[in-house]
């Protein structure tokens, strides 16, 4: 049976305060009614950071916070992009002339991205105009995953208003390799949970083929996101795409020192599919081939017999060729590592032991540890928070998604979730500044949710 697609669900947006203030601010815009809404949701990480993009299983689940567009074909080939939040400028271009500026992340660049996933895909010459409205509601850059809900929302959207269709692993590929377009080398754990998140249910994301297993939580374990009130842009900083040039080339390295056609290799679990060993032998063998102090680059190019110029063309992404130190071990040893938390976690949750709880917040608490000390993508903020988290309750807290700011994720005992809250209100909020803090401290329990959906006014 061909796999399914996004559901479509009638609604009467007059139900829906959300939608009828989009409604009427849509209509005030264009003078026309939507035809169709789209949403897809943001996401928590709760385990697996940094190893979707080394081919290992990551373990989100989708939050209720979403990205929902408001959608009219229209017979001109304008493309025509507004927001409800005023910060973000409206945008509108030709549709037969989509240009993605990398250098300057801006928001409709990422609408772009999924636009021109669906129009690559299909090889589509004329693409329908289009009238779209947006709503964010999920905090950007802070980990949960704005950017790419809104990829797959307008990589949704297209493919709603050309009349196609693909099944929901189809759209989370498509929309993982265009939102490369806006410049970030990301994996595809963030798209593939937004299209295939489920009500209740954690899920195991797995690569190379995607696939999405339902994982089921403790029913007394509550999870909690609190913002550091620090925000990071991916696209618009190198930290991401060094670690991923970083387990790039440790996974060069290891593929040479085995003797494997390691020009090909481009990530970890390709080395450990290649050689059929797990993964705790994979550790022994970053221990073998790297030294602890950083590479440079013409250490690597000498370990690898390649040129300056080869390294620079053919390995390293736009924005990282200046990169001048390189940490192989430290990199490559919280790969491995977090890729056994991930499997530890899903076994606890599906053996479910007496002391779940406490088991699953150790994983939580080593996964943050490896992320401070051998990823080195957490910060000061964040540090402070999951310790303040801890100290309220939490039998484990970590930062979560690509970390250098944004959220955190703890876990809590539904029994001491209303003293957490409230304590962590006061640890951490009250005493900060700014507008993060100040305005709207996002700090909340959350639950698995669903995926992305097209509503239908009935
Ligand atoms: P995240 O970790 O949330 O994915 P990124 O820094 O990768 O963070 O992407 C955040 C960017 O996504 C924002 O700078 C903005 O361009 C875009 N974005 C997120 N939410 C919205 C929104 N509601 N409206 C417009 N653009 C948004
Ligand atoms: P965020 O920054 O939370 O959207 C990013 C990557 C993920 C993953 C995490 C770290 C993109 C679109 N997302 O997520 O694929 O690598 O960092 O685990 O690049």
């Known amino acids: 049976m061909a796999e399914e697609g996004p559901s479509i669900r009638l609604i009467q947006a007059a139900e829906h305060p959300r939608l009828l203030k989009m409604k009427e601010m849509f209509v005030s815009k264009f003078g026309s009614v939507p035809e169709f809404y789209v949403r897809a949701p943001g996401r928590v990480n709760l385990i697996g950071e940094h190893i979707d993009y080394c081919g290992y299983a990551v373990l989100p689940m989708a939050v209720e916070q979403d990205i929902l567009i408001a959608v009219e074909p229209v017979k001109s080939q304008?493309?025509?992009?507004?927001?409800?939040?005023?910060?973000?400028?409206d945008f509108s271009t030709s549709v037969n002339d989509i240009h993605i500026n990398k250098t300057k992340p801006q928001w409709h660049n990422y609408f772009l991205c999924g636009l021109k996933g669906i129009q690559d895909h299909f090889n589509l010459k004329n693409l329908t105009g289009m009238n779209c409205l947006l709503d964010g509601i999920?905090?950007?850059?802070?980990?949960?995953?704005?950017?790419?809900?809104?990829?797959?929302?307008?990589?949704?959207?297209?493919?709603?208003?050309?009349?196609?269709?693909?099944?929901?692993?189809?759209?989370?590929?498509?929309?993982?390799?265009?939102?490369?377009?806006?410049?970030?080398?990301?994996?595809?754990?963030?798209?593939?949970?937004?299209?295939?998140?489920?009500?209740?249910?954690?899920?195991?994301?797995?690569?190379?083929?995607?696939?999405?297993?339902?994982v089921q939580l403790p029913s007394e374990a509550s999870f909690v996101i609190a913002h550091s009130c620090v925000e990071m842009n991916k696209a618009a900083t190198s930290h991401f795409n060094t670690r991923v040039m970083e387990c790039r080339l440790a996974a060069k390295f290891l593929a040479k020192y085995k003797g494997l056609k390691w020009k090909e290799i481009l990530c970890l679990k390709e080395v450990q599919v290649k050689l059929g060993v797990n993964l705790e032998e994979m550790l022994l063998l970053v221990e073998e081939v790297f030294h602890l102090e950083p590479y440079s680059p013409e250490e690597i190019c000498k370990c690898l017999e390649i040129s300056l110029e080869e390294l620079r063309t053919q390995i390293l992404s736009?924005?990282?060729?200046?990169?001048?130190?390189?940490?192989?071990?430290?990199?490559?040893?919280?790969?491995?590592?977090?890729?056994?938390?991930?499997l530890q976690f899903k076994k606890i949750c599906e053996e479910a032991p007496a002391n779940s709880i406490q088991l699953l917040g150790d994983l939580m608490n080593q996964s943050h540890v490896s992320c401070r000390?051998?990823?080195?993508?957490?910060?000061?903020?964040?540090?402070?928070?999951?310790?303040?988290c801890r100290q309220f309750g939490a039998q484990g807290s970590r930062l979560t998604g690509a970390g250098w700011g944004g959220c955190a994720v703890s876990l809590v005992p539904t029994?001491?979730?209303?003293?957490?809250?409230?304590?962590?209100?006061?640890?951490?909020?009250?005493?900060?500044?700014?507008?993060?803090?100040v305005e709207k401290p996002c700090l909340f329990a959350t639950k698995p949710g669903g995926g992305a959906l097209v509503f239908l006014e009935a």
């Not at 304008?78 to 400028?89: I, K, M």
């Not at 940490?327 to 919280?334: G, I, P, T, V």
């Not at 962590?424 to 993060?436: E, F, P």
């Open 78 to 89: 304008t493309f025509y992009l507004a927001n409800t939040n005023s910060f973000y400028r």
């Open 138 to 214: 999920i905090p950007p850059s802070s980990g949960l995953s704005s950017s790419s809900a809104l990829v797959c929302c307008a990589g949704l959207v297209t493919l709603r208003a050309n009349g196609l269709s693909l099944s929901k692993t189809e759209l989370a590929e498509i929309c993982t390799k265009s939102e490369r377009y806006i410049g970030t080398e990301g994996g595809g754990m963030d798209q593939a949970i937004s299209f295939l998140g489920e009500e209740g249910m954690a899920k195991l994301i797995e690569f190379n083929p995607l696939r999405a297993t339902d």
């Open 318 to 342: 736009k924005n990282t060729q200046d990169v001048l130190l390189f940490k192989l071990y430290q990199r490559a040893k919280h790969v491995f590592s977090e890729a056994a938390r991930v």
């Open 415 to 437: 029994d001491k979730l209303p003293d957490l809250l409230a304590n962590v209100q006061k640890a951490y909020y009250q005493s900060k500044k700014g507008r993060l803090a």
């Open 373 to 388: 000390t051998l990823y080195e993508c957490s910060c000061p903020e964040l540090d402070r928070l999951v310790d303040i």
